[in-house]
């Protein structure tokens, strides 16, 4: 559950350091490496383990992304197949 509250942190970060440039991001890690060097779930993931939170909550911080991304890629082919 943690992780699921904390997840996006790093977004939040992110509009701190340059609401600017954080403001016009897709949602997509690969543009916010490129803008920002690091993607936000890897920022979000940072502070979770600076907070000492268990490593289990940190991975699901990080990783978020790429199993919501595999969900949908499931779904999308599930739909496909069985109409």
């Known amino acids: 559950m943690r992780a699921g509250l904390l997840h996006d942190t790093g977004k939040l970060l992110f509009h701190l350091a340059d609401p600017k440039a954080s403001a016009d991001l897709p949602d997509d890690e690969r543009v916010e490496e490129?803008?920002?060097g690091v993607a936000h779930s890897a920022v979000a993931a940072c502070l979770a383990e600076q907070w000492g939170l268990d490593?289990?909550?940190v991975a699901g911080i990080m990783f978020h992304d790429a199993v919501t991304a595999r969900v949908a890629d499931r779904l999308t082919a599930e739909r496909e197949l069985f109409g």
Request: proline content about 0%.
């Open 34 to 36: 490129d803008v920002f």
């Open 55 to 57: 490593d289990d909550v």
